[in-house]
């Protein structure tokens, strides 16, 4: 549930934000995770598979799902 909806939220800010048309933005395009094209879905996948690979280990109930969630976030966004 918190990943799709920060993922979610985090598209709608790139769509509303217009740092989007900076010089930086067309050298680099920013990651989508929500749009309907094969790089989002790509993006969304491995945010799912990491997420689901961390779950697994015993270690992560102390942290909030919502804390996992941004921290994988950060770590797709900054590869």
């Not at 933005?25 to 989508?32: D, E, G, I, L, W």
């Not at 929500?34 to 799912?48: F, G, P």
């Not at 598979?49 to 779950?55: P, T, V």
Request: hydrophobic fraction near 40%; include cysteine.
């Amino acid at each position: 549930m918190w990943a799709n909806k920060l993922m979610q939220q985090w598209d709608l800010f790139l769509e509303s934000t217009p740092l989007i048309h900076e010089d930086y933005f067309v050298t680099h395009p920013p990651k989508f995770f929500k749009k309907i094209d094969e790089d989002s879905y790509k993006n969304y996948r491995t945010v799912m598979q990491i997420l689901d690979c961390a779950i697994l280990d015993i270690q992560t109930v102390q942290y909030k799902p919502k804390i996992l969630v941004c921290s994988m976030l950060y770590l797709i966004l900054g590869k």
